[in-house]
């Protein structure tokens, strides 16, 4: 690690993290920019790497922050003064994009056909599979290094820059890295994380020529019998590469279909790209469930900081409010209530995404608070919280400094465990035909769509997207049992009442 | 108290303990674990015996093997825990390390009983008090119904619990922590034992009722001629209750002593170290000395003294030579395992009166 | 605090959520963006029906008093009648013909992972680290991430396809049965008539109750390691206890007490999860009701079923409950929850 020469150089053990290099005892009470000023080596050198990483992807970073909000939807609210904005910011976004990225498209492209000579079109006239096997390669080892990069980052911290030089949390951590199960699960959840972020670099094509606008794209390819290079609308090409179980009419995984694309997944009923869709859909289901997290999360953290400090009558008044909430299957009342807003404008914002979230939230944070609500009342019994109040702390900063960091922790571990439960649950609801709007592609409607052909030489449509879901569901949950091990070895919570926060609502 | 059941008793002597004085003997026990990694000969090779109506002492800092053998005696060691087959341990006459798992269950709690360390654990917080100790008595005094709760309350004032007719229906959460102790006492005493296993009966408890339960047991032991193998890491509990005393360390019986001698004359360094840590036998001012360090993992056969790394005596052949048991001074029940004995040889001979006879040594 | 006393508290406490959760199936179907008489009518509807449907459904009164009616109605189990799926039928008629269906569903897939779930877990608790713990545990890990209406449409398919698959009728098995339909649950005494009802709601119940069956599994195998590794099943063996005696009556009652929890929550997931399954399996159920009125804008039917979930999930709470009590001495002491 290059230049950290001055400062424990060598002597880097991976396992023991204890082992600290020496600090100069000036350095104690500096703030952390004091501290890397004072030994910049270190710092720079991971700086460097960081920036190297950012600019292999800038375009993308810039239009993927910027394109998140719904410019539409947001330059609508406040017509004049706000519009515009949203407009550059939009328009930003979308000159980002066109940035050229390691991850683009076009850098490794993977549509093509093939004429009697040879591949034309893909990139080095490589076949359109493996092109897009090495895009994905790329994809992945970029987010794996920036993986291993920001935990390069923390031991570089750890070692040079903190002030103590052994906490609690350190434990934590080690802990966690000898837990194979945790750590396969990391590596799932991660794995889904990076095709939700990539989605439209990763799938063989994109949703919007593919799925959305398939009549306002045209692709090229080899006509056998006229021997010359036609165009085709997008959407007729489909027509012609449905997977519908009988006959020709199938274009299973890993198979090219007549006009020459490649289809990782397969086909849809549709003839659409299965992977590109499932791709998309990945994204969907991780902003929605992200989301819905958030703001049950927010709510149980809030409840039970209040109830385990407040006690009495307030835990009384939360157990029930939660309890009503639960009353309702919850399942049932997203039905209900998503049925009673379709028609308002919230529905609208990403395709009835934000509406799933906030629902989920709603009706999910009752789960999560009795989860996180035993730790919470063992802390308040904590000695220094009746410290704290004694010498006269505000509640709130009482809860916020002395409470909340330590149950943090578990809310992390229900947080995965449920993340799991809302994204069968988004796709159940798509499954019906409720939730996120078609075309919008979500997981359950693959499903849905592929439920005649499942005994079928089709059976690819539905068994992938649920194969897909079951593997990273495990992965959330394997992924919470880590941590759980890793905050608390000693503990056997998770297990009891709270397994049903996984549950997604029974879908 | 049981002291005195100790005098009445014949001479001190080897030939007179035959077995029918003997309420159970242990011998070259071993008991090793098998984990992934290594062996762990948890109890390494002891022996000792414990005669009728007598309180024998097993005493060591936690790790030094004291509970797997009281846990070996009554059959309680599982997979991945394994008594050597070449161990023996004789209870009215048997061999009962043989035993099968249903012949244990028939010597269990009748032959020998055992409390524990941790009164609340050790009762089903699920059943009454009185269900726990009716089980008991339904499966050794054939006693059911009516006839067993009478009996289970009369056990319940044996053992000082007042109110016991009311107690007998309540749950283990609803008594305090000594009562508990003396409700699983109640148990024990249920099943009518002839041996009484205490496993760090008064650990867990106040120092206050620490007293009052080691009085009860020794109340009990006078009036039933129990025979105690009496478990427990705190010297000074053991001045108090025993008889004889046996040190265990690492697995191995380091010392064993009557009770006088041991306390007047420590022989084995770590016995005195142990001495050196109670409180009492410190003149005022001086700080309380502990011996430095922890007991180590016995992962392998003794091939040097386990405790040489701690001994302030140590000398270079201690981490060459593993010490057998020797006699110490004129008393024959006074042994310490140890290179320093016997006093009467010089080093040298002693050391090789330890060494294995195959390596030259006379033994 | 006794026991009872405990559980007394914990029922009263049931009523202020009926209350509140029905007030807030009031507050989204009345209060909300929707209009329940234009749900009805559906786009199509003159004015004049519009008309008398809001006056029918006294949608014109001050909202308070909508609300006075809306209450006392339910409370006093006046469920009025649906007006769009089954146009005037009552909402009782309609829940004698589709509950029974849900509750047979229900009933089997509470019982069936108990029934396997449970043993397969106490036998993988008991034999820990043995090849078959590793296949129990994880295939109990696998089995409950799987999301139901997927399990659901690929046993349909398979089922209804398993003679061409595996040259096995699964409907000519035993007793002729149809995959995709409502179970026949007319004359269950006699013996064919029950096996067929049993059978053609196998796999549906498998389904629902998958993910109980992998969390039975899963806890009941914690739990009866660490009652095991307790101090009071030691003590039991050392006063003497038989073997068998141990495990059945120190360990598994007190293995039960953390299970108690997932087998009712079980039957939470039921009532939600019942929508999925019962549409795959076109079993008729009252999830299926509560999907169809939904989508159909059947506002009053809708209501009255919510307020019928509401009455179910806290009666299965008061039952959790009581099985606690029954079972744990503990609970009540210390005020413990
Ligand atoms: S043998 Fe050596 S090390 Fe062991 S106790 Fe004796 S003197 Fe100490």
């Known amino acids: 690690m290059g230049a950290d020469t001055d400062v424990g150089s060598g002597s880097t053990r991976t396992g023991e993290f204890r082992e600290e290099a020496s600090r100069p005892e000036g350095d104690r009470d500096l703030p952390l920019s004091e501290r890397i000023t004072r030994n910049p080596g270190p710092a720079a050198t991971w700086a460097a790497v960081v920036a190297v990483l950012i600019a292999a992807e800038f375009g993308a970073i810039v239009s993927g922050l910027l394109s998140v909000p719904p410019w539409g939807w947001v330059g609508g609210l406040v017509p004049g003064v706000v519009e515009p904005v949203a407009a550059l910011l939009a328009t930003v976004a979308e000159r980002g994009a066109e940035l050229p990225t390691i991850t683009s498209r076009s850098v490794i492209d993977n549509t093509g056909y093939q004429t009697p000579s040879g591949w034309e079109g893909t990139t080095l006239g490589l076949s359109p599979a493996v092109a897009w096997a090495l895009r994905v390669a790329v994809i992945y080892t970029y987010s794996f290094t920036w993986l291993l990069v920001g935990w390069w980052g923390y031991t570089l911290y750890r070692r040079h820059y903190r002030i103590p030089d052994w906490t609690p949390r350190d434990d934590v951590v080690n802990r966690f890295r000898r837990h194979s199960w945790g750590l396969f699960g990391l590596t799932i959840v991660f794995a889904f994380v990076v095709m939700a972020l990539f989605a439209p670099v990763l799938g063989p094509t994109t949703v919007d020529q593919n799925i959305e606008n398939p009549y306002e794209n045209r692709i090229d390819y080899y006509n056998d019998e006229t021997g010359q290079v036609e165009s085709i609308f997008v959407g007729e090409a489909n027509g012609d590469t449905q997977s519908r179980g009988q006959g020709d009419n199938n274009v299973g995984p890993l198979e090219y279909d007549q006009y020459d694309r490649f289809h990782p997944f397969g086909t849809l009923p549709d003839g659409k790209d299965l992977f590109t869709f499932m791709a998309s859909g990945a994204r969907v289901s991780l902003l929605v469930g992200l989301t819905s997290l958030g703001i049950a999360g927010g709510f149980a953290m809030v409840f039970a900081m209040l109830t385990a400090y407040y006690k009495g009558l307030v835990d009384l008044g939360v157990v029930i409010a939660g309890d009503s909430i639960q009353a309702m299957p919850q399942l049932l009342f997203i039905i209900l209530a998503s049925f009673v807003l379709s028609d308002t404008w919230i529905a609208e914002v990403y395709n009835g995404g934000l509406v799933l979230a906030i629902l989920f939230g709603i009706t999910g944070w009752p789960a999560l608070w009795r989860a996180v609500r035993g730790p919470a009342l063992q802390v308040s019994e904590r000695e220094w919280i009746d410290a704290a109040k004694s010498y006269g702390q505000r509640p709130r900063v009482t809860m916020q400094k002395h409470m909340l960091p330590y149950v943090v922790g578990y809310f992390l571990i229900y947080a995965s465990l449920s993340l799991g439960g809302v994204i069968i649950g988004i796709a159940g609801l798509s499954f019906l035909g409720l939730g996120i709007e078609a075309p919008v592609p979500e997981w359950g409607r693959a499903v849905s769509a592929g439920q005649p052909y499942v005994a079928t030489q089709s059976w690819h449509i539905s068994l992938i997207p649920g194969i897909l879901v079951v593997i990273i569901v495990t992965g959330f949950n394997a992924l919470g049992d880590g941590v759980r091990d890793a905050i608390d070895p000693e503990s056997d919570i998770g297990d009891g009442g709270n397994e049903n926060v996984a549950a997604g609502g029974g879908a | ?363 | 605090m006794g026991r009872w006393e405990y559980f007394l508290k914990r029922v009263l406490l049931m009523v202020p959520i009926v209350f509140l959760g029905t007030t807030v199936t009031f507050l989204i179907l009345r209060v909300g963006p929707i209009d329940p008489a234009a749900a009805i009518i559906g786009p199509s509807g003159d004015t004049e029906a519009y008309a008398a449907i809001r006056d029918s459904l006294g949608l014109d009164q001050p909202l308070w008093i909508q609300y006075a009616e809306f209450m006392r109605d339910l409370l006093t189990l006046q469920l009025g009648e649906s007006w769009v799926v089954v146009r005037g039928q009552s909402v009782w008629e309609l829940v004698g013909v589709y509950g029974p269906r849900t509750l047979w569903l229900g009933f089997w897939s509470i019982l069936i992972p108990i029934f396997v779930g449970l043993p397969l877990g106490f036998y993988a608790g008991l034999n820990p680290n043995t090849l078959a713990d590793y296949i129990a545990s994880f295939g109990g890990i696998v089995w409950r991430a799987m999301p139901n209406f997927w399990l659901a449409v690929i046993f349909v398919s398979v089922l209804t396809q398993s003679d061409a698959l595996f040259g096995f009728s699964w409907g000519d098995w035993l007793v002729e049965t149809q995959i995709v339909t409502p179970p026949d649950l007319s004359g269950l005494w006699e013996p064919t008539q029950f096996l067929g009802a049993l059978k053609a709601i196998l796999p549906a119940a498998l389904v629902l109750g998958s993910a109980s069956m992998g969390n039975e599994m899963r806890i009941g195998r914690t739990a009866v390691l660490e009652t095991k590794n307790a101090n009071y099943v030691e003590m039991a063996k050392a006063k003497g206890v038989p073997g068998r005696l141990v495990v059945w009556k120190h360990m598994f009652r007190n293995a039960l007490i953390p299970l108690v929890p997932v087998i009712t929550g079980e039957a939470f997931l039921l009532l939600g999860g019942s929508v999925l399954v019962e549409t795959v399996f076109a079993i008729n159920g009252l999830g299926y009701l509560f999907f169809q009125a939904t989508i159909n804008g059947d506002v009053p039917l809708v209501g009255s079923l919510m307020f019928l979930f509401i009455l179910l999930s806290v009666g299965i709470n008061i039952l959790q409950d009581f099985l606690y009590t029954v079972i744990d001495p503990r609970v009540g002491y210390d005020g413990g929850a």
Do not use: W
Request: aromatic content about 4%; overall charge negative; charged content about 25%.
């Open chain 2, 1 to 363: 108290m049981s002291r005195h059941a100790r005098d009445d008793n014949v001479p001190l002597n080897a030939d007179a303990t035959s077995s029918r004085d003997l309420a159970l003997e242990v011998e070259n026990l071993r008991t090793v674990f098998h984990t992934e990694h290594e062996q762990i000969h948890a109890v390494d090779g002891i022996s000792f015996n414990i005669r009728r109506g007598e309180t024998v002492g097993l005493v060591g800092e936690s790790g030094s093997g004291k509970s797997v053998t009281a846990r070996s005696i009554l059959g309680l060691i599982e997979s991945p825990g394994e008594i050597d087959p070449a161990s023996a341990i004789r209870f009215e006459g048997d061999n009962i390390t043989e035993y099968t798992e249903s012949e244990y269950e028939s010597i269990r709690g009748d032959g020998i009983a055992m409390v524990f360390q941790d009164p609340l654990s050790t009762l089903n917080p699920v059943y009454t008090v009185g269900n726990q100790i009716k089980e008991a008595l339904s499966l050794h005094q054939d006693l059911r119904g009516t006839a067993a709760t009478e009996r289970a309350i009369e056990l319940l004032e044996e053992v000082g619990i007042p109110d016991a007719a009311r107690r007998v229906t309540e749950y283990p959460h609803q008594f305090s922590g000594g009562m508990r102790q003396r409700a699983v006492i109640a148990m024990a005493l249920a099943c009518a034992p002839e041996v009484l296993i205490c496993d760090e009966p008064t650990t867990a408890l106040d120092v206050t009722i620490q007293a009052q339960i080691i009085d009860l047991l020794m109340d009990i032991q006078a009036e039933r001629d129990l025979s105690i193998l009496f478990i427990t890491h705190d010297m000074g509990v053991i001045a108090e209750v025993a008889d004889r005393v046996n040190v265990m360390y690492a697995g191995e019986i380091v010392e064993s002593a009557p009770v006088e001698p041991l306390f007047a004359e420590p022989k084995h360094p770590y016995t005195r170290g142990l001495l050196r840590s109670i409180p009492s036998t410190q003149t005022s001012g001086d700080r309380l000395e502990t011996i430095k360090g922890e007991v180590p993992t016995p992962n392998e056969p003794a091939s040097s003294c386990r405790f040489a790394p701690r001994c302030p005596k140590s000398f270079e052949e201690c981490s060459e030579v593993a010490p057998i048991p020797t006699a110490v001074g004129d008393d024959p029940d006074h042994d310490a395992a140890c290179l320093l004995y016997p006093e009467s040889m010089t080093t040298d001979e002693a050391v090789a009166h330890h060494r294995p006879a195959d390596d030259g040594g006379e033994q």
